[in-house]
């Protein structure tokens, strides 16, 4: 079974502070796959990041970085200087090697204040 | 543009009424799938279809029904049966089925039933 687990339903902060996301995961694969969506208020999901079990390289992309540690099962995902198209739904999600789905997390709901 | 259209964006109907969302891509992707969204909660699969003509259930598959007789098209139905059916429905492709592969979303289509 696999199980993503984001603790945090809702964070605000104020513009320009940086913010981190929580995600834990649970699975039975040794080859498994995790990524981030960010879901802006008019619904679609837009894909942020994939990561494979095989690679702990923390990743930068601008603004956004993540750190992915498997002796946590956790991977996390922070905002720097944050801004207010940030805020948004923010989804952890993972596919086991083995599963024939993507299991998501219950989202983490982001307010970025001016 | 290459994408997944989903459509209309809200739809309303009477309860006991059957209802079909359409989903429509131009991505030459093999994979598709549908998924629900309930507030404050992550997605869930609903029926899922690695190829045309093939298709499988998802977690939630009670009181649905999918077709997927031509590669763009994967058309959810929701039937009279499914007790709660109100919800936003989200579709998405993938080139493949494996677990590497991204998932890309469509707009999705948000369903009230009165």
């Known amino acids: 079974a696999q199980k993503v687990t984001q603790a945090q339903t809702e964070i605000s902060v104020v513009e320009k502070e940086d913010v981190t996301l929580d995600c834990v995961y649970e699975?039975?694969?040794?080859?498994?796959?995790l990524f981030w969506y960010k879901q802006p208020p008019s619904g679609e999901l837009v894909f942020l990041i994939r990561r494979n079990s095989f690679d702990e390289q923390n990743e930068i992309s601008g603004r956004y970085s993540w750190n992915f540690q498997k002796s946590t099962s956790s991977f996390n995902f922070t905002i720097t200087a944050s801004q207010v198209v940030d805020s948004a739904v923010y989804f952890c999600?993972?596919?086991?090697?083995?599963?024939?789905?993507?299991?998501f997390g219950s989202g983490t709901q982001l307010t970025v204040l001016p | 543009d290459g994408g997944i259209t989903q459509s209309p964006k809200y739809l309303f109907r009477k309860e006991g009424q059957n209802v079909t969302l359409s989903c429509e891509q131009n991505l030459n992707h093999d994979a598709m799938y549908w998924y629900r969204q309930d507030p404050g909660q992550g997605l869930r699969l609903i029926y899922y279809?690695?190829?045309?003509?093939?298709?499988q259930k998802g977690d939630i598959a009670e009181g649905y029904s999918v077709s997927r007789e031509k590669k763009e098209s994967f058309p959810l139905t929701v039937t009279s049966a499914q007790k709660n059916p109100t919800a936003f429905y989200l579709c998405?492709?993938?080139?493949?089925?494996?677990?590497?592969?991204?998932?890309?979303f469509g707009p999705g289509t948000r369903l009230t039933v009165l």
């Open positions: 999600a993972l596919r086991g090697g083995s599963a024939r789905q993507l299991t």
């Open positions: 699975t039975r694969d040794t080859t498994y796959y």
């Open positions: 279809s690695q190829i045309v003509n093939d298709f």
């Open positions: 998405a492709s993938s080139i493949g089925a494996g677990a590497t592969y991204q998932q890309f």
